[in-house]
């Protein structure tokens, strides 16, 4: 009797260490199960930290670009302003303009006339819109002026060479002589004072 129950006090004990070890694993498991949540957690926190801080940097040079650009696009109109005012004080003593027999800043109205609705002319000046004002027009509205047409010249106020009709623009303007024929019993000149309208395209951001 003795060995069997020697042999049945054996079996419980490894029964109790078996269940015991399987218990202990048990909590290992658990203790594994909640350090890989905190890791994961840990992970995702870092995740979101790096995203964060690449989608700051993103929004910083976003804004300094946006700066940059419009830094550029105000030099590129200043400097196409001043090429468009060094351009329109030179323009009556070009060929297209200038009077005969006149020696300087002078233009010659029946050559105006000449130009109005030659399309490439467009594109010989790099002014948005080009237009000359005579003296009588200087204190008339925009809407009171009569342009000049072969119909109508010389009884008129405004030479229209052209206007490429641009979203903005600025209007620079020069003065010079404008000398106009006509004909009292014979042909003659007439001179007076004229202002010339040079327009210059104003670049705005975003805006084609």
């Known amino acids: 009797m003795k060995p069997s129950l020697f042999k049945k006090g054996l079996t419980q004990n490894q029964d109790i260490k078996i269940k015991s070890s399987i218990f202990k694993k048990g909590l290992t498991q658990n203790q594994d199960i909640k350090m890989n949540k905190k890791s994961q957690?840990?992970?995702?926190?870092?995740?979101?930290?790096?995203?964060?801080?690449?989608?700051?940097?993103?929004?910083?040079g976003l804004f300094a670009l946006m700066i940059f650009q419009n830094s550029l696009y105000e030099e590129v109109t200043e400097v196409a302003e001043k090429r468009t005012l060094s351009a329109v004080t030179n323009l009556a003593d070009s060929p297209e303009f200038s009077c005969v027999d006149i020696s300087s800043n002078c233009m010659d109205g029946d050559k105006l006339m000449a130009l109005i609705g030659k399309k490439n002319y467009e594109d010989f000046w790099h002014f948005s819109s080009l237009s000359v004002l005579r003296f009588r027009a200087f204190?008339?509205?925009?809407?009171?002026?009569?342009?000049?047409?072969?119909?109508?010249?010389?009884?008129?106020?405004?030479?229209?060479?052209?206007?490429?009709?641009?979203?903005?623009?600025?209007?620079?303007?020069?003065f010079a002589a404008l000398c106009i024929t006509e004909y009292e019993q014979e042909h003659y000149k007439k001179c007076e004072i004229a202002k010339i309208l040079a327009g210059t395209e104003q670049i705005i951001p975003g805006v084609e």
């Open 139 to 174: 204190n008339k509205s925009e809407s009171d002026m009569i342009t000049c047409t072969l119909a109508n010249y010389p009884e008129c106020d405004k030479f229209m060479v052209y206007d490429k009709n641009v979203r903005d623009e600025r209007t620079i303007s020069s």
């Open 41 to 60: 957690l840990r992970i995702q926190e870092m995740a979101f930290m790096l995203v964060a801080v690449v989608l700051f940097f993103v929004l910083v």
